[in-house]
């Protein structure tokens, strides 16, 4: 994080900013990142082999 005594620090007038498209930004970004979270999960999910079904299928 830039700090207001850092030289590249650039102060931007409230006029200029638009605080809706800011917010707006931040919502798809977080809805972006819930979905890769969702789906790595269910990737995640799918990798698992039960014991049970492997043993199940030898004969003795």
Do not use: C
Request: hydrophobic share 40%.
């Amino acid at each position: 994080m830039i700090h207001i005594t850092d030289k590249a620090f650039r102060y931007t007038p409230s006029v200029h900013t638009d605080l809706k498209k800011k917010f707006r930004r931040m919502a798809q970004e977080k809805r972006a990142a819930d979905e890769r979270i969702k789906a790595a999960e269910a990737a995640l999910a799918g990798t698992v082999v039960a014991m049970a079904n492997r043993r199940s299928s030898i004969k003795s």
